[in-house]
């Protein structure tokens, strides 16, 4: 009994729960890599994502936005339950959304001379700053929370879409100035 005791406090602990891996969408698109990567900026300039990295020869765009509430924390949460699941962080201890953070990654990876692979992958944070401390003498500090809250492929969908709209536009476009001919 003593061995078998021994035995399983020397085993390997599970460790603490791993953040839900992002959503990911992906695109196979007939048209080379330089017009899917423009495509992919003219998109992203009509969102309010905001670029923080951009490397061509990787062929990866990060993106980054926050939504914060700002009298009202009911409309952020519905927002929020549209495009994630919210449950998984109540259960983890989310009690108020204060505000969620996204950040975004665009994958554009050539696979032949007329095709590439757009994909897109999301993080959503939810941040919840309803606990506060007071540290004497009386001075308040807010304690922000993180929580990773699982998406549910809307966003991803939605940039996805955008991108292969800018792509099918533009060609439509040419053919229809007569810059491109029908075959």
């Not at 021994?6 to 698109?29: D, F, N, T, Y």
């Not at 020869?57 to 699941?85: F, N, P, Q, Y």
């Not at 505000?99 to 939810?126: F, H, K, M, N, P």
Request: charged share 30%; hydrophobic share 40%; proline share 4%.
């Amino acid at each position: 009994m003593l061995a078998l005791f021994l035995a399983s406090s020397c085993m390997p602990s599970a460790g603490p729960e791993r953040p839900e891996v992002s959503h990911r969408q992906q695109k196979l698109i007939r048209a080379d890599f330089g017009e899917v990567w423009r495509a992919a900026h003219d998109a992203i300039a009509n969102t309010p994502l905001r670029v923080t990295e951009d490397d061509e020869t990787e062929g990866t765009i990060h993106l980054w936005a926050r939504k914060t509430a700002r009298s009202r924390s009911d409309a952020l949460e519905r927002e929020l339950v549209r495009i994630a699941d919210v449950e998984k962080a109540r259960r983890l201890g989310l009690a108020r959304l204060s505000e969620y953070q996204l950040d975004y990654t665009v994958g554009v990876a050539r696979l032949g001379e007329q095709e590439t692979r757009l994909e897109v992958s999301t993080r959503i944070t939810a941040v919840d700053r309803s606990e506060v401390i007071v540290i004497p003498p009386g001075i308040a500090q807010v304690i922000p929370r993180n929580f990773d809250v699982p998406s549910r492929g809307i966003l991803e969908h939605e940039l996805v879409s955008q991108i292969a709209e800018r792509l099918f536009l533009s060609e439509e476009m040419l053919y229809s100035l007569g810059v491109l001919g029908r075959e």
